[in-house]
């Protein structure tokens, strides 16, 4: 499975910015999806996650403020940020995991996303 991540970028405090991920060579569903992200100096921590049934969980930075959805017919994640904070600068990862056998776990190169203030 690659995962290809785009749509990263330099934007203001206030803006918004949509990323994408796709996944490739993917052979099994039931596979979860999602961003994960890592700010200067600080450990990757969850942003969002989507199951294939659409179960989403949110991480506490992105509560009410980014919205992540999935298109499983074209195997890709969007998360959409809205009200950037300079905070919400990092590196952003997306992942593809499935837990049921066969299982899997593949994460994409990251996008940097920079948030001036």
């Known amino acids: 499975v690659q995962l290809q991540a785009s749509g990263g970028g330099l934007v203001q405090a206030g803006d918004s910015l949509t990323l994408a991920c796709a996944a490739s060579?993917?052979?099994?569903?039931?596979?979860?999806m999602g961003w994960y992200r890592r700010a200067p100096g600080k450990q990757r921590e969850l942003v969002a996650t989507?199951?294939?049934?659409?179960?989403?969980k949110y991480g506490d930075s992105a509560k009410g403020r980014f919205t992540i959805s999935r298109d499983n017919a074209k195997n890709t994640v969007h998360l959409q940020m809205t009200s950037l904070k300079a905070e919400d600068t990092a590196v952003y990862f997306c992942?593809?995991?499935?837990?049921?056998?066969?299982?899997?776990?593949?994460w994409g190169q990251g996008t940097q996303v920079t948030v001036s203030s």
């Open positions: 989507i199951s294939s049934g659409g179960i989403i």
């Open positions: 992942r593809d995991r499935r837990a049921m056998t066969p299982s899997y776990d593949y």
């Open positions: 060579g993917r052979t099994f569903g039931a596979a979860d």
